[in-house]
């Protein structure tokens, strides 16, 4: 059992839904972010989403994108994402940390290169949004190999075949894309999500996580009445760029947050 599929099990038993904070890695700088993993624990995430810097993140918002810049501005490859890993498994074997990002980076390293050096770097996810599971052939095996969960996007448009096949690719948990359009986008339709996510828990049994357009505690607390994760990225990242350049000042905000959301949620 991954590290992923234990921390889900572990938050069934206690009947706690999983917070799964996302940033990206070296933003705003390089420096800052194996401590600010490290604090978005301390302050309840369950698990990390990473995100690998892409000069064209074509799902994510403006906010995303600037962080991708941020980091890409410090030069920031995979391998480096890869090292962050590996520095934070030296004080923390136990959460899971899931790489979301592109294609790209992935194939320019090569698909075996890949997975034995993310799985020996401590990685238990993978969420590669420009790949769909019918094209995952080569590397998919790769990955479960190396004990590395793939994880796929459901979107508000998918149908039953599509959900079946994307859940059939997927470990540890599906990401249920809450709406239409990019990371950081509002109108969150509560109704809609609840009849999606129920669609989706009669095809499988894996836990689903809900993302985008979760801003505060109060949208957070209602998706996790529906969800078995709650993922937040946009609303995280704004305080980062909001303290950029002070390093305790953004830990400070992205605790304060995250600790508020993990109230929501434990309500």
Known sequence: MSRIQSCFAELKESQRVALIPFITAGDSEPALTVPLMHALVESGADLIELG??????????????????????????????????????????????LLMGYLNPVEVMGYEAFSAEAGEAGVDGVLIVDLPPEEGG?????????????????????????????????????????????????????????????????????????????????????????????????????????HQGDAEATIKAVSSFVGELRAGLDR
């Open 138 to 242: 080569e590397i998919l095996p790769l990955l479960y190999a190396h004990q590395i969960d793939p994880v796929f996007l459901i979107a508000p448009t998918s149908d039953r075949s599509r959900i079946q096949k994307i859940c059939d690719a997927s470990r540890g948990y599906v990401y249920y894309v809450s709406l239409k359009g990019i990371t950081g986008a509002g109108h969150l339709d509560l109704d809609s999500v609840a009849r999606r996510v129920s669609e989706i828990r009669e095809i499988s049994q894996l836990p689903i996580g809900v993302g985008f357009g979760i801003k505060d505690a109060a949208t957070a607390a209602a998706m996790g009445k529906l969800a078995d994760a709650v993922i937040v990225g946009s609303a995280i990242v704004n305080r980062i760029a909001e």
């Open 52 to 97: 690998i810097p892409f000069s064209d993140p074509m799902a994510d918002g403006p906010v995303i994108q600037k962080a991708a810049e941020r980091a890409l501005e410090h030069n920031v490859s995979l391998r480096d994402v890869l090292q962050m890993v590996a520095e934070f498994r030296q004080r923390d074997a136990a959460t899971p940390v």
